[in-house]
């Protein structure tokens, strides 16, 4: 649907550690941001041993989607779209959750794909130069190097922040780094894939870890995004951080000014695959963008 002109669109994504929405006008093959808005809604955190999102986590997806369904009627888009990634693809009981959803707020779900996941985030975030991207989530961390359109490399691979936090927790160094070292293992597989490829132009960062990591270096207000968007971090900023972070307790890393409080529990889990893929796939510098797989799902949608 390419060259729609002067619509007003919704999307809104079920990611694992949150629920955002993006509304914003289709015009001259530009998006144009009218609202953004996020709850943490921790999916994956909801998954219980067999693999089931639990039955209290569907009721609050289903009225928390309808509450922001209803802001982006407020506001006028005459389209809303609904989708999902990591921690629902992997729910056994996915169906059921689309179901309720479609039932409770009309919406049908979308569940995206690990390469459609990681082309979303792509197309939202970079430009027309040749770029690398790393969007580290709840559940997954899409890794992909391309130009507009054309993908040279896109996967999607299971060591989001959350998944990690669930497996091993952080309370030193030490073991930050010993997180650091699982996510090495889990990127080996493709780590010689995309080091055969000519480096990109630039690599930028998606997602709640890129965004603290900008805030806290800067020692600014997590909520700062014109300084936050467009920062370039460092290999050693990004260690320094962790480490700064992983031994300091919970209660001292929810009162950081540059830290969502309710990320405070995984954001060093975050950091350590951070600098896992910027170690293992030689990345010195890597500039963190407020874009992601909203933009890109509009874009992909109404734009490309």
């Known amino acids: 649907m390419a060259g729609v002109r002067g619509l007003r669109a919704a999307a809104i994504g079920i990611g694992s550690n949150s629920l955002r929405m993006l509304v914003a006008d289709i015009q001259d093959a530009q ?16 998954l219980d041993a067999n693999g089931n999102i639990s039955a209290e986590m569907v009721a609050h ?34 169906r059921a959750f689309s179901n309720a959803l479609l039932e409770t707020t009309g919406l049908k779900l979308e569940v995206c794909t690990g390469d459609l996941e990681a082309k979303l985030s792509f197309i939202g ?9 790393i969007d580290i989530g709840g559940g997954s961390t899409e890794i ?14 299971q060591m989001g922040a959350v998944r990690l936090f669930r497996i091993a927790p952080i309370n030193s160094v030490a073991d930050a780094y010993a997180v650091k070292l699982r996510a090495t293992t889990i990127l080996e597989p493709q780590k010689k894939r995309i080091l055969a490829l000519q480096p990109p132009q630039e690599w930028i960062g998606v997602g709640g870890t890129f965004t603290t990591v ?61 600098l896992c893929c910027m170690d293992e796939l030689r990345i010195a510098r890597i500039t963190v963008s407020e ?8 874009k992909m949608q109404y734009v490309n």
């Open 214 to 274: 900008a805030a806290l270096v800067q020692d600014i207000d997590w909520a700062d995004r014109k300084r936050i968007h467009g920062f370039a971090a460092t290999r050693d900023e990004v260690a320094a951080t962790m480490e700064r972070l992983a031994e300091m307790p919970l209660r001292l890393r929810q009162e950081l000014k540059g830290l969502q409080p309710q990320r405070a529990d995984i954001i060093v889990h975050g950091m350590a695959v951070l």
């Open 144 to 157: 992909v190097i391309g130009q507009e359109d054309r993908i040279e490399f896109a996967d999607s691979l």
């Open 125 to 133: 975030s970079t430009g027309s130069v040749r770029s690398g991207m």
């Open 291 to 298: 874009y992601g797989n909203l933009e890109g799902y509009l």
């Open 61 to 94: 997806a289903c009225e928390s989607v309808g509450v922001m369904a209803d802001k982006a009627r407020a506001l006028g888009a005459q389209r809303i779209h609904l989708f999902a990634t990591s921690a629902v693809r992997d729910a056994r009981n996915q």
């Open 31 to 46: 998006l144009h941001r009218v609202l953004r808005d996020r709850e943490g809604l921790r999916v994956f955190a909801a």
